[in-house]
């Protein structure tokens, strides 16, 4: 095999992209499909709660097209982080919606299921056999954060993507997953050098996000051979440049030139990047470097409560003015008010956008211009019932709480809802961020081949 | 000397690297322009510490990029993404005070 070739359809599944960009793909008779389906830039609610952040019209959507051409020419299909943040029940809902299209358009598929959820008392029995370190910036990890998590996965290596490939399916289903590797490990198998299937997989995975305009609903073509790989946009209204290669090269990552992955690094240091025409780049020169001990990546999230907020907007300058003494205030009522629930049991935050909404204590700049403020009361408790309550009676005592000079005297505060408090549910916290060392990258990801579809099921 | 990085920059974005750390990436438009920031050490620790008015122990690296012409800075997220009282789940709009910045 003298090269491969990759079609990355979008940069999350289920975002969509042009019929015309993934058919001209096509043309190119790609050897796979593949698909990064996950992140945990959502924040910690996905991956705690079991849900997805993409809605499922939109993954179907993006699925049926894929698996369909997929089939036809006779490729398969690897979705990396099914279901967002790739545990159990996200694996599962994947699996649902690739049924339903396999029933639906009558097609027989072999489909590869890998798990990425790991049981606590599995982590409980790493932790005590010091298998696990923290990686930077967080702490070392603690025994109770493990029991009180409510999921953990591990984000997998190529290798149990390579061993579903062996068993020659139409559809490949990973946990969570490394984001290149879905993109990188059919390259590895047909003997491609990791360091560059990785790298190439790392701009794939974004799809079109790397091009110029850039753009995560549209598709991009990767061409592997021995030595180098060359990008091309699939819209003809993009390009890729040097530079726009080479600036999403260091896109959420912290250190550029070193990619910690599972088992080893991504090493850019002697990587180029070189304009070959007006809409292709070729990189050059990125090399894998295993680690001496193979490691994997945990995320773990646990349950914290249940949130209630209530939006309002204040107009009135005289209370603009004091808006800091009368947050604090408010909080102190509250305190007193609830002089018997354990201070522990909830928390109180007010958020005033146009004044440090966005960026909190981050914020340079101290004084106030803005001539009205948008202002969320938040609740989180323990339960649901004394979240309401907490935000119901902050709420009711902002609104007719007596500032200094206060001359509006009807009420403090405008509220863009009734009913005015919402009710947003369980509420997650992203708690393990650590390194696991593993003797078997293949074996602590378990496989399952499934068949499905065809006239005989469902 | 004193013009203000805009004039200079393609590109200035915060994002997450991570739930525990923010990414920022100031990308020049000029190789030139890109060597003299890194060679005179104008981006650098006690800068970021004032602009965002944090230890400089929390800043976690400075990396300047040379293929993308771009220096990285990367601090720790003073609360993990999505956490009770964090703001921007994504960490896609803290690089406004990298704006003042004049070189």
């Not at chain 1, 879905?182 to 794939?204: N, Q, W």
């Amino acid at each position: 095999m003298e090269e491969i070739r990759v079609l990355a359809p979008t940069a999350i599944l289920g975002y969509g992209f042009p019929l015309e960009s993934f058919n001209r793909g096509l043309k190119y008779k790609p050897d796979i499909i593949a698909v990064d389906a996950g992140s945990t830039d959502p924040g910690p609610y996905y991956l705690g709660s079991g849900n997805s952040f993409t809605d499922r019209e939109a993954v179907k959507r993006d699925l049926r097209i894929m698996i369909k051409a997929a089939k036809e020419l006779n490729i398969p299909v690897l979705v990396g982080t099914a279901g967002g943040s790739g545990g159990r029940p996200h694996l599962e809902w994947c699996k649902d919606i690739v049924v339903e299209i396999a029933q639906k358009e009558g097609l027989n598929l072999t489909v590869a299921l890998i798990n990425a959820e790991f049981d606590k008392d599995y982590i409980v029995d790493q932790y005590n056999r010091g298998n696990i370190e923290p990686l930077y910036p967080v702490a070392p990890l603690d025994l109770n954060e493990i029991i009180s998590s409510t999921r953990i996965v591990g984000q997998m290596g190529i290798e149990p993507i390579i061993k579903a490939l062996d068993r020659e399916v139409d559809v490949i289903l990973a946990g969570r997953a490394y984001d290149p590797t879905v993109f990188a490990a059919p390259a590895v198998k047909a003997g491609f050098p990791e360091g560059l299937s990785l790298h190439m997989g790392k701009i794939l995975e974004c799809a079109s996000i790397a091009a110029d305009p850039g753009s995560g609903s549209d598709c991009m073509l990767g061409i592997l051979s021995k030595d180098s790989f060359i990008l091309e946009p699939l819209n003809k209204k993009r390009k890729c440049t040097e530079t726009s290669v080479a600036a999403h090269t260091l896109y959420e990552k912290s250190n550029p030139y070193e990619l910690l992955g599972p088992g080893g690094i991504i090493d850019l240091r002697e990587t180029k990047f070189k304009q070959i025409d007006n809409r292709r780049v070729e990189v050059k020169g990125s090399r894998f470097v295993k680690n001496e001990k193979y490691t994997i990546k945990l995320e773990g999230a646990k349950m914290i409560g249940y949130r209630t907020i209530s939006i309002a907007g204040t107009r009135d300058p005289i209370m603009i003015e004091q808006i800091d003494s009368i947050i604090a205030d408010v909080k102190e009522m509250a305190k007193e008010n609830f002089a018997n629930i354990k201070a522990e049991d909830y928390q109180l935050f007010f958020r005033v956008y146009g004044k440090n909404g966005v960026m909190g204590d981050l914020e340079p700049k101290s004084k106030l211009l803005s001539h009205e403020l948008g202002i969320i009361i938040e609740a989180i408790a323990l339960t649901q019932e004394l979240a309401n309550t907490i935000c119901s009676f902050t709420r009711s005592a902002m609104l007719h709480y007596g500032y200094d000079g206060r001359i509006a005297t009807a009420g403090n505060l405008a509220f863009p809802y009734s009913p005015s408090d919402i009710k947003t549910g369980e509420v997650y916290q992203f708690n393990i961020n650590h390194l696991l060392e593993i003797d078997n990258p293949v074996e602590a990801f378990p496989l399952e081949i499934i068949k499905v579809g065809g006239e005989n099921d469902g | 000397m004193g013009k203000p990085i805009i004039e200079y920059a393609e590109v200035i974005r915060s994002k997450n690297a991570g739930p525990y750390e923010l990414t920022f990436d100031i990308i020049f438009k000029d190789r030139k322009i890109y060597e003299r920031v890194k060679e005179n050490k104008l981006i650098n620790k006690n800068l970021i510490s004032r602009l965002y008015g944090i230890e400089k122990d929390q800043i976690s690296s400075i990396i300047f990029f040379e293929p993308a012409r771009a220096v990285k800075i990367t601090i720790v997220r003073p609360l993990s993404a999505g956490a009770p009282g964090e703001r921007d789940v994504y960490g896609a709009q803290q690089h406004v005070p990298l704006l003042s910045i004049e070189i």
